[in-house]
């Protein structure tokens, strides 16, 4: 029941949020368009990612998913919510992140110790939130995670 109510929340917020929060332009890419990067880059991870779960790149919102490729997070809702923890711990501060923190630690209290640790993990990583990853596509992705300590 808890997943199901952040999920419909993230369902109804999202579009507002991309629309009047998300400056940045759409990557206008697709999952199959990645996969062909060379293998081990972050355009080509991203497609494995992406077909994986059976999802494509949420326009204005592609960074959410390269995040959960660099710092090799899964996709259920408290992953999700560790997620923003993670990144909390990086530096990224927005009024959407604290809605998904707080409510998140309200209905998972139990999982507050994997929260926190996962806030540990974002601080340990110097601050890569804030790239501009389109640019970074043909990179291998290892590089990118040793360059900014991202575990």
Known sequence: MRDLILEK?????KKPYQRYFKKNKAWEITSKELIRYPQ?????????FLLTYNFE??????????IHVLTQTGVTVPEEIGMQFYLLGNGKR??????????????????????????????TAYCFYHLNFSKMLNI???TIRETFKIN
């Open 9 to 13: 929340m993230y369902d109804w917020s």
């Open 40 to 48: 081990q880059t972050l355009g080509f991870e991203i497609g494995c």
């Open 57 to 66: 790149l949420e326009p204005k919102l592609e960074d959410h998913d390269v």
């Open 94 to 123: 927005s009024v959407y992140q604290f809605f998904v923190i707080t409510i998140g630690s309200i209905l998972y209290v139990n999982k507050l110790n994997y929260f926190f640790n996962q806030f540990k993990r974002g601080k």
């Open 140 to 142: 291998p992705t290892q």
